[in-house]
């Protein structure tokens, strides 16, 4: 959400350590690996889309211990392609439009 491109590349660099523990991460790390390597924040929102998905899968097949995880969508997220992300909030705050656009999606599913 806060369009730094750095932080991101930490964040996924970090993400793609904690998938080296789960069985049948290795897409979502490979997609980890891509929002890492990416050379601009378009890039990154682009990779993040489909990170996105392969970490959907990964929640929906395993037990979350505790809370809500919500599925939430922005139609006009990667050129109006639309774009999914993950989120333990209810509220909409859109990694896809930073401050351009923050509160810009909804919730399409909760996972519990």
Known sequence: VASK????KNAATDLQQSLDAIDNGNTAQA???KV???ASLNEQRTAFAA???EMAKLVKA???SEGEVHLTYCP?????KGGYWLSNNK???NPYFGDKMLKCGSIKETIN
Do not use: K, V
């Open 5 to 8: 491109s750095d932080a991101a």
């Open 31 to 33: 997609e980890a690996e």
């Open 36 to 38: 890492a390597a990416a």
């Open 51 to 53: 990170l996105t998905d």
């Open 62 to 64: 395993g037990a979350i």
């Open 76 to 80: 006009m997220a990667n050129n109006s």
């Open 91 to 93: 509220e909409i705050r």
